[in-house]
């Protein structure tokens, strides 16, 4: 997705539709928000698509193998069967919206160049007064055309999809009996897609967040998998999602609640922000965990103080600030280009952000160099924390893939819980549900 990779961040859900002629595909406006504001313009990796997901054995968990990375790709994808039969499309995996969509010859007014064939939609409309529907819209929508349910979203970056909503059949793998379960669930047809700077080659976007529409949701609802998602994103690229509640040990992960005042995201609620330990002054951040923004951003003050912390730890080493590196707003030169990130490491320090998990118990999320850092192309070492105010983010602090890279964060939505623990993300995760 463009240049720097400021996520797809789904930021708010702001939906207002009328539908339009039932004659045709046609929308009126309904909007969302998410927000990847920069990605990366290398070439784009993908998985075989024979390999995209599987249900475990106990048929409670799916995985998906993860393609992609940070830097220099700028985004994840990972791979979906869709239709009758079931055909592979490459999805962006954003926990920061809920409608999963795809390009769509309704025909197509505008889309952007696909690695496979637009979706051709069924004709199993989604009604307007589906409660699926209803949740994508704010308030009392109105229905003019009553049989089918139109949709707009909105994202920070600047890109939209319009389109209505059909009913499709997904195709999950299972290695029980070597049978395929095919769950009918609901999607967007975007026949007119407005890209981003940041817009990727990609068919559309896996929706993965918290509203009814979010395909975690829908198929908890018919009974296929706990309300919970996870993702595990390695340093060296790649990775593995996961829908389902027993491909991790509890006890062995690190638990928040979420945040009963910013319902509409995950969000662990507000932080207070460290750096190397101590205290940078920046407390009441309001965070929000969004897979679909590539960087992290924090507000004005909050990235001005760990800027400058850093900037004063680097102050007694061999860097220099490398002001002709477009690659992202801060960077640093050695004394000779820099190989990898771990040339780099041993010179920063982490900074962590930490909350209330209920009570008086206090949870830090620890973000460690190489989970805020990247290596340019002209082997400058760049901090992958991003000034949000100026992206547009306001006072939202929004974490990032490059800041949940070696972790597995799960998305609780049974319990309410954020949680994460260190991991080798570019390991399977140790279940059979996994197809290499």
Not at 208 to 233: D, E, F, P, T, Y
Not at 269 to 286: D, H, V
Request: some cysteine; glycine content about 10%; aromatic content about 10%.
């Amino acid at each position: 997705m463009g240049k720097e990779k400021v996520g797809l961040v789904a930021l708010l859900i702001i939906v207002s539709s009328w539908c339009v002629s039932s004659s045709s595909y046609h929308s009126s406006s309904s909007s969302s928000f998410r927000g990847d504001l920069s990605r990366g313009k290398a070439p784009l990796t993908f998985g075989s698509a024979s390999s995209s997901l599987v249900l475990n054995q106990v048929g409670s968990s799916v995985v998906f193998p993860l393609h992609g990375n940070v830097f220099p790709t700028g985004s994840y994808n990972t791979t979906l069967f869709i239709g009758q039969p079931p055909k592979p499309y490459f999805l962006d995996p954003d926990t920061g919206s809920d409608l999963t969509w795809l390009q769509c010859d309704a025909p197509c007014v505008q889309c952007t160049q696909t690695p496979h064939p637009l979706y051709r939609p069924t004709t199993d409309l989604v009604i307007c007064r589906d409660p699926i529907c209803a949740s994508l819209h704010s308030g009392d929508y109105r229905c003019d055309h009553p049989e089918q349910c139109d949709y707009e979203v909105e994202y920070a970056d600047g890109g939209s999809s319009l389109g209505v909503l059909v009913k499709d059949v997904v195709s999950f793998k299972s290695y029980r009996k070597g049978r395929v379960l095919s769950p009918r669930v609901a999607l967007g047809c975007g026949y007119d897609q407005i890209p981003g700077p940041s817009n990727p080659f990609l068919d559309g976007v896996l929706g993965l967040g918290k509203g009814r529409s979010s395909i975690v949701s829908q198929l908890s609802s018919q009974g296929l998998v706990a309300n919970v998602l996870g993702h595990c994103l390695s340093t060296h690229g790649g990775g593995f999602l996961f829908f389902g509640d027993d491909l991790y040990d509890s006890s062995r992960i690190t638990w928040t609640p979420m945040s009963r005042d910013y319902s509409k995201h995950y969000s662990p609620g507000t932080a207070e922000l460290l750096y190397a330990g101590k205290p940078t002054g920046q407390k009441n951040m309001f965070l929000v965990f969004d897979s679909g923004s590539s960087y992290t951003y924090f507000s004005s003050q909050a990235y001005q103080a760990l800027s400058s912390d850093v900037k004063k730890e680097l102050s007694r080493k061999p860097f220099t600030e490398a002001l002709d590196d477009p690659t992202l707003p801060l960077c640093w030169r050695g004394k000779k280009p820099f190989k990898n990130i771990r040339d780099v490491t041993k010179h920063f320090k982490p900074f962590a952000l930490s909350f209330n998990s209920g009570g008086r118990t206090k949870t830090q999320f620890e973000v460690l160099p190489e989970s805020y850092l990247i290596i340019s192309s002209k082997g400058n070492v760049c901090m992958g924390v991003l000034n949000g105010t100026q992206a547009g983010l306001q006072n939202m602090n929004v974490i990032g893939d490059i800041s949940m890279q070696d972790k597995m964060v799960i998305y609780d939505n049974e319990r309410q819980l954020l949680g994460w623990e260190s991991k080798d993300c570019s390991r399977p995760p140790k279940s059979r549900a996994f197809a290499a």
